[in-house]
Protein backbone atom coordinates (compact mmCIF):
# COMPACT_ATOMS: atom_id res chain seq x y z
CA UNK A 1 0.00 0.00 0.00
CA UNK A 2 3.01 2.26 0.51
CA UNK A 3 4.17 2.05 -2.85
CA UNK A 4 1.11 2.83 -4.08
CA UNK A 5 0.53 5.53 -2.09
CA UNK A 6 4.65 6.54 -3.03
CA UNK A 7 3.87 6.54 -6.86
CA UNK A 8 0.84 8.87 -6.85
CA UNK A 9 2.75 10.53 -4.83
CA UNK A 10 5.36 11.09 -7.79
CA UNK A 11 3.14 11.61 -10.65
CA UNK A 12 0.00 13.22 -9.10
CA UNK A 13 1.72 16.91 -8.81
CA UNK A 14 3.77 16.69 -11.70
CA UNK A 15 0.90 15.48 -13.76
CA UNK A 16 -1.27 18.07 -11.89
CA UNK A 17 0.85 21.07 -11.63
CA UNK A 18 -0.61 21.55 -8.34
CA UNK A 19 2.85 21.89 -5.68
CA UNK A 20 5.40 20.05 -8.03
CA UNK A 21 7.91 20.53 -5.01
CA UNK A 22 6.27 17.60 -3.18
CA UNK A 23 7.82 15.44 -6.32
CA UNK A 24 10.95 14.71 -4.79
CA UNK A 25 9.70 14.79 -1.35
CA UNK A 26 7.48 11.91 -1.95
CA UNK A 27 10.49 10.05 -4.09
CA UNK A 28 12.74 10.53 -0.65
CA UNK A 29 9.69 8.73 0.92
CA UNK A 30 9.77 6.31 -0.96
CA UNK A 31 13.57 5.46 -1.08
CA UNK A 32 13.02 4.69 2.67
CA UNK A 33 9.72 2.55 1.92
CA UNK A 34 12.29 0.90 -0.64
CA UNK A 35 15.13 0.53 1.83
CA UNK A 36 12.95 -1.25 4.41
CA UNK A 37 11.34 -4.03 1.28
CA UNK A 38 14.98 -4.66 0.90
CA UNK A 39 15.90 -5.18 4.13
CA UNK A 40 13.11 -7.65 4.47
CA UNK A 41 13.47 -9.65 1.69
CA UNK A 42 17.22 -9.94 2.45
CA UNK A 43 16.51 -11.48 5.91
CA UNK A 44 14.03 -13.91 3.99
CA UNK A 45 16.40 -15.09 1.44
CA UNK A 46 13.97 -13.63 -1.05
CA UNK A 47 17.26 -12.34 -3.62
CA UNK A 48 15.15 -12.15 -6.36
CA UNK A 49 12.91 -9.64 -4.52
CA UNK A 50 15.81 -7.89 -3.17
CA UNK A 51 16.98 -6.74 -6.80
CA UNK A 52 13.52 -5.89 -8.18
CA UNK A 53 13.74 -3.52 -4.81
CA UNK A 54 16.87 -1.77 -5.70
CA UNK A 55 15.91 -0.94 -9.11
CA UNK A 56 13.05 0.48 -7.53
CA UNK A 57 15.15 2.07 -5.09
CA UNK A 58 17.36 3.82 -7.64
CA UNK A 59 14.37 4.84 -9.91
CA UNK A 60 13.24 7.08 -7.04
CA UNK A 61 16.25 8.00 -5.93
CA UNK A 62 17.37 9.22 -9.62
CA UNK A 63 13.80 11.27 -9.43
CA UNK A 64 14.89 12.83 -6.13
Do not use: K, Q, S, Y
Request: glycine letters at 6%.
Amino acid sequence: MAEILGAIGLILPALLHVAPVLVPLAAVGLIFVMLGAAVVHARRDELPNVAVTIVLLTLAAVVA
